[in-house]
């Protein structure tokens, strides 16, 4: 991370660039802390109104003396620095696809213990590229899902590629499911549970129905306002849950149901029934 001045920045703003490209920008109030409502809507304290820039929840900067006031009422509260630190950090996760490149995903490979070098060397190049294992690992990290379990991924890709798959959206597929016990791990909340909102029988065979081309290149060919439509759905069943979800579907229509509920909750996760530790409880908290 490098720290530059940039006099064309307005007074206490910050942009984070990922690449020569801007990823975010906010402002900080150096001698202020922000309050958030984890319930939703501005504090009711005295303060300037401002956006959260992670995450664009509604705050407000207001005074060290109020912070006791605050806390007593609820209310998230963090001091510039932190507000920063996070905006940065989110800044990253998000970016942290584009980041993998093939050098470093070589990187990752070469790293791996000796024992797992012979699976390495049976999966690249014969049945695999550097490339293609890359943008296996980017896919995984634009879903925020860890790669650090690298050698039960490339287990995923082996067993894929020993069944004659050799397109990534396929292998990833496999990958994804092999990974099950990691995914439903991180979608599990405190109260041990993941709380989802499941695909409806009549979406699922929507998608599966506008699902056009060969196995290893489907597109997605659904009338607009079908999707729009599906779109509305979406919004009102997550706004009308009481805890953050994940949308579960079928392997078949995942990706493409990814596809279009990342246009509008892009840190929403979209699981496939395979996906689904055996022993993982879930909960249904609305349906689509």
């Not at 929840?57 to 207001?62: E, H, K």
């Not at 896919?139 to 039960?152: G, K, N, Q, Y």
């Not at 290149?217 to 079908?226: E, I, V």
């Amino acid at each position: 991370v490098r720290i530059q001045d940039n006099m064309e920045l307005p007074a206490e703003t910050y942009a984070i660039r990922v690449k020569e490209i801007e990823a975010g920008r906010g402002q900080l109030r150096p001698t202020r802390l922000l309050a958030m409502n984890p319930k939703g809507g501005l504090p009711e304290l005295a303060g300037e109104p401002t956006q959260e820039p992670a995450f664009g929840l509604p705050a407000l900067w207001i005074e060290p003396a109020e912070r006791d006031e605050a806390v007593f009422r609820g209310y998230t509260v963090v001091d510039p620095a932190s507000v920063l630190t996070t905006h940065l950090t989110e800044a990253v996760r998000e970016s942290m696809a584009e980041l993998l490149s093939y050098a470093e995903t070589q990187k990752l490979l070469d790293e791996l213990p000796r024992e797992q070098q012979k699976l390495v060397s049976d999966l690249v190049p014969a049945q695999i590229s550097v490339g293609g294992i890359q943008r296996v690992l980017q896919a995984l990290l634009a879903e925020r899902v860890s790669i650090r379990d690298l050698p039960t991924i490339l287990e995923g890709v082996q067993e894929a590629c020993a069944g004659a798959v050799r397109a990534v959206p396929l292998i990833l597929a496999h990958v994804r499911a092999r990974l099950a016990r990691q995914i439903s791990d991180s979608q599990t909340g405190a109260a041990g549970y993941i709380p989802i909102i499941p695909l409806s029988p009549e979406w699922e065979s929507a998608f599966a129905e506008a699902l056009t081309g060969p196995p290893e290149d489907r597109q997605l060919a659904m009338a607009p306002s079908r999707l729009q439509e599906f779109v509305q759905r979406v919004r009102a069943a997550f706004e009308a849950s009481a805890e953050p979800a994940a949308l579960l579907t079928s392997a078949g229509v995942r990706a493409p149901v990814r596809a279009v509920v990342e246009r509008i909750r892009p840190n929403t996760p979209v699981l496939a029934q395979t996906e689904i530790h055996p022993r993982a409880r879930i909960r249904t908290v609305a349906t689509i």
